[in-house]
Nanobody, 121 residues
Framework: QVQLVESGGGLAQPGGSLRLSCAASGSIFSIYAMNWYRQAPGKERELVATITSGDSTNYADSVKGRFTVSRGNARNTLFLEMNSLKPEDTAVYYC???????????????WGQGTQVTVSS
């Protein structure tokens, strides 16, 4: 069974930094992309950053130049380096993986449980 576990959330001051981590466990045949989403209270979940199997990256306009997404040497790990944090970055951050766990099976989305990031003075 595939599981995604996030860590690294917490409280940061405006202008501060946090680093989120996500580790995928279980048998995975192929990972196509890994993403970070976030959801603030009363708002829809939004895509924050994407990294593909070829290490191409893409970011929401609101975080460009401040956040950096990367994958570890173990290709099933995902990171989000968040700098110059703003109060509007406050949200629950979710790790997402687009993957095929069995050869020939469907490509599915897998989600972590989320980690809270709060930016406040």
């Amino acid at each position: 069974q595939v599981q995604l576990v996030e860590s690294g959330g917490g409280l940061a001051q405006p202008g501060g930094s946090l680093r989120l981590s996500c580790a995928a466990s279980g048998s995975i045949f192929s990972i196509y992309a890994m993403n970070w989403y976030r959801q603030a209270p009363g708002k829809e979940r939004e895509l924050v950053a994407t990294i593909t199997s070829g290490d191409s990256t893409n970011y929401a306009d609101s975080v460009k130049g401040r956040f950096t997404v990367s994958r570890g040497n173990a290709r099933n790990t995902l990171f989000l380096e968040m700098n110059s944090l703003k109060p509007e970055d406050t949200a629950v951050y979710y790790c997402n993986m687009v993957a095929r766990v069995v050869a020939g099976d469907k490509v599915l989305n897998y989600w972590g449980q989320g980690t809270q990031v709060t930016v406040s003075s």
